[in-house]
């Protein structure tokens, strides 16, 4: 029963320490943004906390390793939201259309990991590839395969490099995330209509379609 006991103690010691670091992160990430990552010092945060500075070394060996947990857990999130909600349904165009809401309305709803990329980019150029990259290559695999399989059932055009085309639907949906963190939001529901209206349908009318 002693063994028992020290297992679940020390179970629940691990579960604690890693709620305390989630509690540090998760604030560590909005002061960042608010204050930039020059002027957002450990005593900032540790009075934010209220917990000694020394505390936070407990979780973390420095403020760099500290930002970049932040920017980490937060493409980690979007990613999470994205994928849960692309898998609610199996229609593949809809899946789409649900990814990209959710990508886009993660974005709307925690503003703070905007301003940790522009962040990230600007300060540690030196980083072999910034962390939005690295998880969006990583979700790449799976994207991947489910348009080379719309693809192949002749859902999609056969003369369309996948690779290609998860380029472009990545870029625009970053290139509008930016675009509602510096100019304020539109719809996300209309953004993401007129997305999928325009890349499913085209931009030409059926007579300048036949003409080509």
């Not at 692309?86 to 990814?99: H, K, V």
């Not at 709803?109 to 969006?136: D, M, S």
Request: glycine share 4%.
């Amino acid at each position: 029963m002693a063994k028992v006991q020290t297992k679940a103690s020390l179970t629940q010691s691990a579960e604690q320490r890693s709620q305390r670091r989630q509690k540090i992160v998760e604030t560590a990430s909005k002061l960042f943004a608010q204050l930039g990552y020059a002027d957002c010092d450990m005593d900032r945060l540790a009075a934010k906390l209220r917990v000694a500075k020394g505390t936070i070394y407990l979780y973390v060996a420095s403020k760099e390793e500290l930002f970049l947990a932040c920017v980490d857990w937060g493409m980690s999130q979007m990613q999470l939201a994205v994928r849960e909600a692309a898998e609610m349904t199996d229609d593949p165009f809809e899946r789409i259309a649900r990814a990209i809401r959710a990508y886009l309305t993660f974005f709307s709803e925690h503003p703070q990991y905007v301003e940790l990329i522009i962040q990230e980019r600007a300060i540690f150029k030196n980083r072999k590839r910034p962390t939005y990259f690295e998880y969006r290559d990583a979700a790449r695999v799976q994207w991947r395969a489910f348009y080379q399989d719309l693809i192949n059932k002749g859902r999609l055009r056969s003369d369309i490099n996948v690779d290609s085309l998860l380029d472009t639907m990545g870029n625009l949906v970053y290139g509008t995330m930016f675009t509602n963190h510096f100019l304020g939001n539109r719809s996300i529901e209309e953004q993401q209509q007129t997305m999928l209206d325009i890349v499913f349908r085209g931009m030409l009318s059926d007579r300048e379609r036949r003409a080509k």
